[in-house]
């Protein structure tokens, strides 16, 4: 079992639907962060949070909410999506933020919008 | 700026052969960390290893092998006598070095491994 659990893995809503994914880590990680992985596209990174504080926002759209309780949990909020943002949606973690530190990802959630 | 360039985009080979995987960068940093991450069907990215910019050494593990060149700027993957499970994307990946500030790793966009029985 993956230390990054991701819920749903896939998900259907049509452009007016507010949904939210989940990201839990069991690693005792500081950092979490969310990627959008794109057909033929690298991973962009989305959001990255240190400490539950919000680190980085990396010019991502506001129908895009994310959301961060604790250190171990991580969301992100949808809404009023379009259809170039169906992609596989990838949660990570760290022990911290330096860089170099290794990524534990998710399996990720494949958003599908309509 | 930062950039991660995997030109193959796709390779099929039959089980056994060799297979080199290709990663050039660009970066301005003079430190910097470059990484391999394999992606199986199963969606997670797996980490398979991490270089500084100052170990050039090359490093075995097993049938993996990472070859670093910083005069050209390349950071390559070879899987010796390949095998079906080893089929997925792998992923390059670079980190500057932000002074402690916050991790970016920049992705390049995979190559798909594709390993015939």
């Known amino acids: 079992e993956t230390g990054v659990t991701q819920t749903p893995r896939h998900l259907v809503m049509g452009m007016t639907n507010k949904k939210s994914l989940k990201c839990e880590q069991h690693l005792g990680h500081n950092a979490m962060y969310w990627y959008k992985q794109s057909a033929k596209k690298p991973l962009e990174l989305m959001f990255v949070?240190?400490?539950?504080?919000?680190?980085e926002n990396n010019s991502v759209p506001s129908r895009f909410s994310p959301e961060c309780p604790n250190s171990s949990h991580l969301f992100l909020h949808l809404h009023t999506l379009q259809p170039e943002d169906s992609a596989l949606y990838l949660c990570?973690?760290?022990?911290?933020?330096?860089?170099?530190?290794?990524?534990?990802f998710g399996e990720g959630s494949r958003l599908t919008v309509l | 700026a930062q950039k991660v360039t995997q030109a193959q985009t796709e390779i099929s080979v039959v089980e056994k052969e060799d297979v080199t995987l290709d990663c050039v960068y660009e970066t301005r940093d003079t430190t910097y960390y470059l990484f391999w991450y394999k992606q199986p069907p199963s969606g997670e990215l797996v980490f398979l290893i991490r270089?500084?910019?100052?170990?050039?050494q090359n490093e075995i593990s097993g049938r993996y092998s990472w070859n670093f060149q910083k005069s050209t700027s390349s950071f390559n993957f070879t899987i010796t006598a390949s095998q079906v499970v080893d089929s997925a994307v792998y992923f390059c990946a670079l980190s500057a070095h932000y002074g402690g500030a916050t991790n970016k790793l920049i992705f390049g966009t995979g190559t798909l491994l594709a390993v015939q029985p």
């Open positions: 990570a973690s760290s022990p911290g933020t330096t860089a170099t530190g290794e990524l534990f």
């Open positions: 949070y240190n400490f539950k504080e919000q680190t």
């Open positions: 270089r500084n910019s100052f170990d050039e």
